[in-house]
Every structure is written in structure tokens, then in C-alpha cells.
């Protein structure tokens, strides 16, 4: 799901933005500074609106609204720059479209609830798009830097993410795309009051793989992956924005690349340590990387460049390792799972 978003927006973006828009962009300056900081403190003050309604009200009617807004207007924008470029000669129709379309993927989501994940992933191409094409590539680097330190501390130390990604999971929102699964972990990952319960619930297990499974010292342990609707759009908006503020191909593969490490990295720690992480701190980490390493590959002779954006990515990786050991040994890490986990039997 997250190749899906990255490499679908990416495409989007070569096929519909030409080079001479890519040159109008890059004499345009793109989005300043003062943009950045507005966009950031927007989505921060929508998080701590959204984690005080969740602790505040219990029903439906209210998420499912705020839901409804927050997907027809990033995926109205997406309909609205494909239908454009498909039809330009009937422009005064697009709009209305447009919004049919937004308003019709609303509908489908809530009439099949299964269709969470692809509503997410049609939401997240449209906010990484618009943000990519809007955002000069320094303001979107400088943009997924802001939003990496907050959510470290968000999930870290506030925690108040766990709570929206623990809500948004229960009441089937399209703020996250999600999977479950059953994972086999060694019996050395749990902790003795936590072996012990899975020992007992395991008991009446009557399956022959997952017993020949523990008979080699492994533990089945209902999974449940996901990432958040930002995790998936910022590191597109990345890409994007070096698509049209250098009109490189190369740039923007290597971004998505550096981002799918990243991921990688954040799914093993996560699941060796069996915690929620931040998945933004390792994305950006990675994309430091990436870029550092476009700049070694297109101007060896910046030197300095290049060596601080590798030091930057690096640092960042520490302080993720060390924050999870730490809290994986204090038993303080937050974890994100339904309230139904998946059976054993089912």
C-alpha cells in the first residue's frame, strides 16, 4: 500500500506536470517558509482537536463527518488535476465531477467498510500530490522535518497518537490503512508475564502448523500493522516537490527508494521491539540519506552537503534504536491494536 501511494502519485506527477510547468515552478520560488510553519501548526492543532473529541464523545455520526470532510477534500483535488488533464475542453464540468467523485468514494466507503484502505490510499496520492506540486522541495524537506520531531514526541512522549491511530482503528476511519496477520516471534522477545499468557491462550490451539511453529521455539502472536494517512502522503509530497523544483526522474526514485528502506527499518524495530513507532523520524532519516546521496552522485564537490545530510539521517536512526530499547526494556512503549485482535482459531 505504501509502493502503491508513493509510486502512483510519482507517476501522476510525471504524466500531468510538464517540464516548462516545472520551469514556471522553480522562477515561481514555490511555497516560503511562512507556508511551511502555517501547514504545521494546522496539523497540529487538528491532531490535538481530533485526540480531545475521541476522549469526548463515543458516537459515530460526528468522526464519520469530520471523516467525510477530510476525504472529499483531499480526493477532490486528485479527481480535479486528473479529469483536467483528461479533459480540458470541458473545464467548467470538472468541478462539479470532481466533487461527484469525492462524494460518491465517501459513500462507497461507508456502504462497504472494507474499502477503508483503498479510500486512504486515494486521500493520501491527493494531499501528497497537491502539497508535492505546491511546495518548493526545500519547504518539503524542511515541512517532513517538523513533522518527524513532532511525531516522535507525539508517540514517544505525549502519546496522544496512539490514541488517534487506536480510535481511528476501532472505528474504521480512513486516517489509516491497516492489515492483520499472525507473526511467529522467538520466545525470547516476550517478557515473562506476557510469555505466560500467550502460553495459556496457545493451549487449546489445535492446528498442526502453529504447534510444529512452537515446537522450534517460536510464539504465533496476532499481528496488526499500520500506517497512518501522513505517513503515506509526506514522503510522496517529497518526491513530488523534487520532481518539480529540479525536473529529475533520478531525484524523486531515489527519495521513494530511500523512503521504502525507511519503512523497512521502522516494521523490524517495531516488531522486534513490539511497540508503535513513529514512522516519519526513519522515513525522513532515509530520505536524508537519499539525498545526501543525489548530492554525492550530481555535485561530489559538496562536500559539506552531503556529509550533513548522511550525519543528520544517521543521528535520527540512533535516536530511534535507543528510544525503543529504552522503552521496550521500562515495558513503557505504546502499542496500537484493535479492541477484537485476530483468534488464534480463526
Known sequence: MFLIVQLGGLLLAFYLISPSEVFVSQTGGGAGSADVLIYFAYLIVAALVMVVLFRKFRGQFLFKGIEAIVIISSSFYLFLIILSSFLP???????????????????AKNKWPRLRNFTAIVASVGVGLVLGIYFSFFASFVFMALVAAYDYVAVFITRHMLTLGRESVNRNLAFMVGTYDVEVVPRSYLKGKEAA????????VKGAALKNLMKGGGIPIPSFSALGAGDLAIPLMLAVSAYTTYFSYFFSAILVASSCFGLVFSMYVSKRYRMALPAIPPLFSFASIGFGLYTLLTSPA????YALLFAEGVVVLLIMIITAINQNRNGTGGRIAPRRPTSYRS
Open 89 to 107: 475542453q470541458y473545464h467548467s464540468y470538472v468541478f462539479a465531477a470532481s466533487f461527484v467523485g469525492a462524494i460518491a468514494l465517501v459513500a
Open 302 to 305: 559538496q562536500v559539506s552537503l
Open 197 to 204: 499468557a500467550m502460553q495459556k491462550e496457545l493451549a487449546g
